[in-house]
């Protein structure tokens, strides 16, 4: 199983203690032995002196479990946890809520060639993305998140309805390495843009939850690029005044068209239906991945990994491992490309550039 991966160097600190044991009392016969090192782990297990069976000071539940019930906040990800530091690991989400076991979970990969085309996969209309608003970015242990005044809409890309922004955040990896949640063929990517809405009418995100079409994430990716791109100078900036939990502080004035491709660029996408991929792991989302990345370099990508976790550790790795489709079926839209080879690409461009000259 994959948690064991994880949780074998913990495992081995007991079996080491098992070893030591058994190398003192070396003079009693085997079976008796056997019986004292099994005492001896399960001491070491159960005796509430020992803190490696504890996390924030709370007993470990069922023998392999660290969890203080379903508080929202009581989850890591893999890059946080350690034998002295046992915390909710991805793998353990479920316990925490167990929405993140359901079957409609995210982030996924995409395999490209079982994706269905979906001619109702149209162009999406952008209301007051390019309003400018001064938001506050704030580090809250997991991420930097952004909330944004309820102005900025989005509806048509075979959108049930109409959706309205609430709040941007970030994951990516360590130092400019691979770290976006959702992958392309196996592929990932540095950095991961979430910008989060919620059908219209609803007044909270907890509501629209509720509603199984309720919210739609925008999701975008980044790819290194040779010249910074200055329209992220407002976030990266600030970046290093937030570099502890609950930090935060104003951004210089920014809109949302700035942050993300130009419109003509946002017709390739992908389309499925998941949800949150932290805690409380809600299956609520229609999301949508669009194929054009943001471009920043790796300056800029490696700033974010100078945040720190409540721990004072970097932030890096905020990511969640692939989940399984079950079944699910991945649509792209019309313009999305599917890279079977370079030539097949070649053609695809060639053909979208015939298509689009001036009438
Ligand atoms: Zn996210």
Same mark, same amino acid.
């Given at each position: 199983m994959l948690m064991d991966k994880y949780e074998t160097p913990c495992k081995n600190a007991i079996t080491l203690k098992k070893q030591v044991i058994v190398f003192v009392a070396s003079s009693v016969e085997s079976e008796t032995l056997q019986k004292h090192a099994a005492a001896a782990s399960h001491r070491a297990r159960s005796s509430p002196g020992i803190p490696l069976d504890t996390v924030h000071g709370i007993r470990r539940k069922g023998g392999e479990v660290w969890h203080r019930g379903s508080n929202?906040?009581?989850?890591?990800?893999?890059?946080?946890?350690?034998c002295d530091h046992k915390c909710n690991a991805p793998e353990k989400w479920n316990h925490v809520n167990g929405d993140c076991?359901?079957? +409609?979970? +995210?982030?996924?990969?995409?395999?490209?060639?079982?994706?269905?085309?979906?001619?109702?996969?149209?162009?999406?209309q952008f209301k007051d993305?390019?309003?400018?608003?001064?938001?506050?970015?704030?580090?809250?242990?997991? +991420?930097?998140?952004?909330?944004?005044?309820? @102005?900025?809409t989005v509806s048509g890309g075979g959108l049930p309805a109409t959706y309205k922004a609430v709040?941007?955040? @970030?994951?990516?990896?360590?130092?400019g390495g691979p770290g976006s949640e959702h992958t392309i063929d196996?592929?990932?990517?540095?950095?991961?843009?979430?910008?989060?809405?919620?059908k219209e009418h609803y007044a909270d995100l907890t509501t629209a939850l509720a509603d199984p079409e309720g919210v739609a994430v @925008?999701?975008?990716?980044?790819? +290194?690029?040779?010249?910074?791109?200055?329209?992220y100078d407002p976030i990266i900036n600030v970046l290093r005044s937030i570099k502890?939990?609950?930090?935060?502080?104003?951004?210089?004035?920014?809109?949302?068209a700035q942050l993300i491709p130009s419109e003509q660029n946002m017709t390739s996408y992908y389309r499925y239906k998941g949800s949150l991929t932290t805690p409380s792991c809600t299956e609520s989302v229609i999301w949508t991945l669009f194929e054009q990345p943001i471009p920043l370099n790796m300056d800029q990508l490696r700033m974010f990994s100078e945040l720190k976790f409540q721990d004072g550790k970097p932030m890096v790795g905020t990511f969640r491992p692939v989940q399984p489709l079950n079944g699910r079926q991945v649509y792209r839209s019309g313009g999305a490309v599917i890279l079977a080879s370079s030539t097949l690409l070649v053609a695809a461009i060639a053909t979208a550039l015939g298509l689009s000259q001036p009438i």
């Open positions: 929202d906040e009581d989850w890591c990800y893999q890059t946080q946890f350690t076991g359901g079957r +409609s979970q +995210s982030p996924i990969n995409i395999v490209t060639r079982k994706t269905l085309k979906d001619e109702r996969l149209t162009p999406f993305y390019q309003k400018i608003f001064r938001g506050v970015i704030k580090n809250n242990g997991h +991420s930097v998140k952004v909330e944004v005044p309820h @102005l900025s709040q941007f955040h @970030l994951h990516w990896g360590t130092n196996g592929e990932q990517y540095p950095m991961e843009l979430h910008i989060v809405h919620m @925008l999701g975008f990716f980044y790819e +290194s690029s040779s010249s910074a791109n200055k329209k502890s939990t609950n930090d935060n502080t104003s951004l210089l004035p920014i809109s949302l």
